[in-house]
């Protein structure tokens, strides 16, 4: 399942799926899902180490302010509030149906939101068209990558440079950044693995040079090793100046590269903090709606953990 399939292509295992879910079934989602306890009710925990230092100083670069967004009769978000400063990688976790695509799509106005407020470098935008966010410097990567199948690869790129702002991503940047795009820049993007079309995708992200770039599950239907060899290129990414707001189920990934995480359930906060200053029971109790969480220190009795080592 994990073997490359040695034709040098860094981007594909055998057995990965090409777009969407993978094997990732969609169907069938309900608010139940995730939950399998009571909800405890919100946690911040304070940074209280030197690891991991934040910089939450300062005016953030996105600002959400008791967001409240409904599917119909459904609350998908329930006056959710975060900071995320410039130059940080901000994660939010949560099982299915917690509301983090709801929240990313809000952001990038896919969705109108029944109260609250974003903010852009202190900039209301709230009721900003997303074509305007994204010339602002919101630009999403979506959830199950959304290329065009028929289009090139580099067609797709030329797709993310319509609403571009200017900055050091151009197309040819993009083909420095993921070498093995460029000489298969002619292929539709339908025939390439899930591990590429990914990479198209955030290349797609790249080129509209966002200040600001929301990255919705970027592991899904993909194979552990290429899902790390994607983050591996995020250090790369982040130093050409960009902040990112990222969706993950993938827990361990999302503490091994963000510096703040925060946890959705059934759309409410359950925990926030840096991955530095949480344990991962109490990560757990977040993540499921556990009430009566363990102490820090102590795994919560029949729970497994949700991060290897
Ligand atoms: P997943 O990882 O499964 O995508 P999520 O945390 O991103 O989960 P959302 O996709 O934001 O969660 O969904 C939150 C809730 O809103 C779910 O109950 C979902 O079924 C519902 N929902 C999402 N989008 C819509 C929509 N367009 N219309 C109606 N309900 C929706």
New binding site residues.
């Given amino acids: 399942m994990t073997e490359p399939k040695g034709r040098g292509d860094d981007w594909t295992v055998q057995g990965e799926q090409g777009g969407g879910r993978g094997g990732t079934s969609?169907e069938g989602?309900?608010?139940s899902e995730g939950g399998v306890g009571r909800w405890a009710g919100p946690r911040r925990l304070e940074a209280n180490t030197a690891n991991g230092a934040r910089p939450d100083s300062g005016t953030p670069l996105l600002e959400v302010r008791d967001l409240t967004v409904n599917?119909?009769q459904?609350r998908?978000l329930d006056a959710i509030s975060l900071r995320v400063f410039p130059g940080e990688v901000y994660a939010m976790i949560?099982?299915?149906?917690?509301?983090?695509?709801?929240?990313l799509r809000t952001i990038a106005g896919l969705h109108r939101p029944a109260a609250g407020s974003i903010l852009l470098d202190g900039q209301d935008l709230t009721r900003q068209r997303p074509e305007r966010r994204a010339r602002q410097g919101i630009v999403m990567v979506p959830?199950g990558r959304r290329l065009f199948g028929s289009l090139s690869v580099e067609e797709n790129l030329q797709v993310g440079a319509t609403y571009a702002r200017k900055g050091p991503w151009t197309i040819d940047r993009v083909y420095e950044t993921f070498s093995w795009m460029k000489e298969r820049r002619n292929q539709p993007t339908a025939q390439l693995s899930g591990g590429e079309q990914q990479t198209v995708a955030i290349g797609r992200a790249l080129v509209a040079n966002p200040r600001l770039l929301l990255l919705d599950?970027l592991s899904l239907g993909l194979a552990p090793v290429i899902v790390q060899r994607i983050y591996g290129m995020l250090p790369q990414i982040m130093g050409t100046g960009l902040t990112v707001l990222l969706?993950e189920?993938d827990v361990s990934q999302a503490l091994r590269v963000a510096s703040h995480i925060h946890c959705?359930l059934e759309?409410r906060t359950t925990l926030e903090g840096r991955p530095a200053d949480v344990t991962a029971e109490q990560v757990e109790a977040a993540y499921f709606g556990l009430a009566g969480a363990a102490p820090a220190g102590q795994p919560a009795e029949g729970s497994e953990s949700l991060w290897p080592g």
């Fill in positions: 969609d989602r309900s608010r599917h119909g459904l998908a949560g099982a299915n149906g917690a509301g983090k695509s709801t929240l959830e599950e969706v189920q959705l759309g």
